[in-house]
């Protein structure tokens, strides 16, 4: 079965650092790009950009440049998203998908995982 | 970036109606549109690529058109399992956004 499994949800408070994983399994992991979008409670999707685990080229979306880092091992089939100093702004549900079409990027989400809370509190 | 609009943000509807929800985009994308579904706490569910293609396995009441700027998803006989909400997505230029979405409720 392809599937994506994503880490559990997190408890942070501003300034800390987290990173989160997302692992596919059941298909080649180096051919199909995986994004993450986030999706803030009550309110919409929104792409925060791709990385090909194949060669790691890594595409963001301008709203998320410079705020996240995304990066993949894959030795282990591993997605992640990384901040650095997390605000009370980055609370949200994450999720990671994967397009369809090997190789592409341009293409729909027909796999996601189950996506992460990540809570950022004083 | 792509601005999307969908239309209505919210609509009421009864078992066994048609509905169709609208999303616009800001400049021409060819075909590249998909539509979502999503339930509260789970992930989206993809429904329709290149504006016209049903996914496998989603069920064939949901139907989808438009090109360049303008797409419909159309949904008839609802069922109660389809009451969720609807979000399009371009995948011609990056970033792939998305509509704010359509929230499908039971009248």
């Not at chain 2, 509260?40 to 139907?63: D, E």
Request: net charge neutral.
């Amino acid at each position: 079965e392809v599937q994506l499994v994503q880490s559990g949800a997190e408890v942070r408070k501003p300034g800390e650092s987290l990173k989160i994983s997302c692992k596919g399994s059941g298909y080649t992991f180096t051919g199909y790009w995986i994004a993450w979008v986030r999706q803030i409670p009550g309110k919409g999707l929104e792409w925060m950009g791709v990385i090909y685990p194949g060669d790691s080229d890594t595409r963001y979306s301008p709203s998320f440049q410079g705020q996240v880092t995304i990066s993949a091992d894959k030795s282990i089939s591993t997605a992640y998203l990384q901040w650095n100093n997390l605000k009370a702004s980055d609370t949200a549900m994450y999720f990671c998908a994967r397009p369809r079409q090997y190789g592409s990027s341009y293409d729909a989400f027909d796999i996601w995982g189950q996506g992460t809370m990540v809570t950022v509190s004083s | 970036d792509i601005q999307m609009t969908q239309s209505p943000s919210s609509l009421s509807a009864s078992v066994g109606d048609t509905v169709t929800i609208t999303c616009r985009t800001s400049q021409s994308i060819s075909i590249y549109l998909n539509w979502y579904q999503q339930k509260p706490g789970k992930a989206p569910k993809l429904l329709m690529h290149v504006a016209s293609t049903l996914q496998s396995g989603v069920p064939s009441r949901f139907s989808g058109s438009g090109s360049g700027t303008d797409f419909t998803l159309t949904i008839s006989s609802l069922q109660p399992e389809d009451f969720a909400t609807y979000f399009c997505q371009q995948s011609y230029n990056s970033p792939h956004t998305f509509g704010q979405g359509t929230k499908l409720e039971i009248k």
